[in-house]
């Protein structure tokens, strides 16, 4: 029988036995290791399909080619079910902690929200009070100097400026025979119109409407609020909103009748030891009211002894 390596010694036939045998038994181990690297090939091919096949099963168990069967040996969905309520049950977790998360973030940015407001707020309020308190200043230095000009730069520019002889500013029932109103009013025109000749009526005394106020504005603002009973009474204390002298009779309104506006008081007295002497003592309220987002000076309330 031809044997199936003949082939190869058919150019070379003087070949001894001996070399035959010897070429073939190469020919023979080189086809063995040839066998042999194919063979991870083919069984990482395989590996992976079985696999594949696995991981298919377990993700989608109703293609399993395990089913589950029934006491009658037919098909059932009892593991696909187990499996969809256990996706369900986590969803459903999942669902829980994510609306607890944003529930959790909501009240945090209401918070912070709730935090930069009041922030915000008590930077308006500082700077508020620097900037009323500083335009008080320049206002009582031009009432000293009776700088109409600049003080009705000031004015609000729709209420005008209240000259209030008494603390009550606002009170409707302020009129002659009950304390010392009506109080006078003057607008930014009137107040740079003004001469000293006009002669206007600033109230009455708070015990008698027979004592009538009668002059003109420079003088009411030399004797009455520059000057107290012919003395030049001295600025001891300043209050930003809050009322540092009690008369004793009758009373601060200001929040009474506007609860938004805002004052600065100056307290006046002569001496420590004349702090009592209601000759000596006096309090001057400069109250501001909003307007357009930006603060008008709208009345200027005296408050003296009035029992």
């Not at 290791?33 to 096949?53: D, E, H, Q, Y």
């Not at 069967?69 to 037919?74: A, E, F, L, S, V």
């Not at 702090?275 to 408050?303: C, H, M």
Request: hydrophobic share 30%.
């Amino acid at each position: 029988m031809k044997d199936q390596y003949d082939d190869l010694f058919q150019d070379a036939p003087k070949l001894s036995n001996s070399a035959k045998n010897n070429v073939v038994s190469r020919v023979k181990n080189k086809e063995v290791r040839k066998g042999w690297n194919a063979l991870p090939i083919f069984g990482t091919t395989v590996f992976i399909v079985a696999c594949s096949i696995f991981l298919f099963t377990v993700i989608n168990p109703s293609n399993s080619i395990f089913e589950f069967k029934n006491g009658n040996g037919q098909p059932s969905n009892e593991g696909t079910n187990v499996v969809n309520d256990e996706q369900d049950n986590l969803k459903e977790k999942e669902k829980e902690i994510r609306d607890q998360i944003n529930k959790e973030r909501e009240q945090i940015n209401k918070k912070i929200q709730q935090m930069e407001n009041e922030k915000k707020h008590a930077i308006e309020s500082s700077n508020l009070r620097t900037k009323l308190l500083k335009d008080t200043e320049i206002i009582y230095r031009a009432l000293e100097q009776l700088d109409y000009k600049t003080i009705a730069s000031k004015v609000h520019p729709q209420l005008g400026v209240t000259f209030a002889l008494y603390a009550d500013y606002g009170n409707p029932t302020a009129t002659g025979s009950v304390n010392g109103g009506p109080y006078l009013s003057f607008s930014r025109e009137e107040l740079l119109e003004n001469n000293d000749d006009q002669i206007y009526i600033f109230g009455t005394n708070h015990a008698t409407a027979e004592i009538i106020y009668e002059m003109t504005l420079n003088e009411y603002i030399q004797d009455f609020l520059i000057y107290h009973y012919e003395k030049l009474l001295p600025v001891r204390e300043i209050s930003y909103n809050e009322q540092l002298y009690q008369s004793g009779g009758i009373i601060n309104t200001i929040h009474q009748y506007y609860p938004k506006a805002k004052y600065v008081e100056y307290y006046r007295y002569e001496s420590d030891e004349s702090i009592n002497d209601p000759i000596s003592t006096q309090s001057l309220r400069f109250v501001y009211q909003d307007y357009e987002g930006k603060w008008y000076l709208t009345a200027i309330v005296r408050d003296v002894y009035s029992p």
